[in-house]
């Protein structure tokens, strides 16, 4: 398993700031994901945080918006840029493990923009 | 490319009585499946997870699920309700290992008493 710790939980942002989030693990990690839960709804998948190169995005789902750094097997961020109120949404992190095994998720970051 | 169906995005169930979720997924290839719940204000908690093992999988907090090829289905059920089962229930799939995952909408359970 993994223990997952993101930061900060919550936070409330003016229109316009950018929010960076952090996920830490406490073990190595194959692999590592960010989602967005908007209100209401399901999770989508943003990018596959790739250690020491570009995350791959999904579509719909730009570097320039969602900048994502990992630098290491434990660590990743995700920068929400120049944000909107449509930008409100649960920020999930999520780690693979190893081969064959399930996807942990953090606790989440709790994001309003106002 | 992958993708799941959840039939009720609300479901509401006496205490003790049979929880059915139900989730068809639609992939070209054969699949991972899963089902994960989240309590209010946390994260997603893995309940099973099928993995062309067997087709009937047990799962945590008595929980399985049942893959079923010819239906493309992979419905969740619990025989008997707790109150401390009422979360929102999510099924997802993915073509690989790796957590890539794609997402149901939920569905969102209430357990009266």
């Known amino acids: 398993s993994a223990v997952i710790s993101q930061k900060p939980s919550r936070d409330i942002c003016q229109r316009g700031t950018s929010l960076t989030i952090q996920c830490q693990v406490d073990?190595?990690?194959?692999?590592m994901f960010w989602y967005r839960q908007q209100p209401g709804q399901s999770l989508t998948l943003i990018a596959t945080?790739?250690?020491?190169?570009?995350?791959?995005?999904e579509s719909g789902f730009v570097i320039d918006k969602f900048p994502i750094s990992r630098p290491n097997l434990t660590f990743s961020t995700l920068t929400v840029s120049n944000m909107s109120p449509e930008d409100s949404s649960i920020y999930l992190c999520?780690?693979?493990?190893?081969?064959?095994?399930?996807?942990?998720f953090g606790q989440g970051t709790r994001l309003t923009v106002v | 490319a992958q993708s799941v169906t959840q039939l009720g995005s609300h479901v509401s169930v006496s205490e003790g009585a049979l929880v059915l979720l139900r989730c068809n997924y639609s992939?070209?290839?054969?699949?991972?499946l899963f089902w994960y719940v989240q309590y209010p204000n946390q994260g997603l908690q893995l309940l099973l997870k099928?993995?062309?093992?067997?087709?009937l999988v047990k799962g945590i907090n008595g929980f399985e699920a049942e893959f079923k090829k010819s239906e493309t289905s992979f419905h969740l059920t619990k025989p008997s309700a707790h109150m401390s089962d009422a979360a929102e229930y999510f099924c997802?799939?993915?073509?690989?290992?790796?957590?890539?995952?794609?997402f149901g909408a939920g569905t969102q359970v209430v357990v009266t008493p």
């Open positions: 999520s780690v693979v493990t190893d081969l064959n095994t399930e996807a942990f």
């Open positions: 073990s190595q990690v194959t692999m």
């Open positions: 945080a790739n250690q020491g190169s570009e995350a791959t995005y």
């Open positions: 992939s070209s290839v054969p699949p991972y």
């Open positions: 099928y993995t062309s093992a067997a087709t």
């Open positions: 997802a799939v993915s073509d690989g290992p790796w957590g890539k995952l794609q």
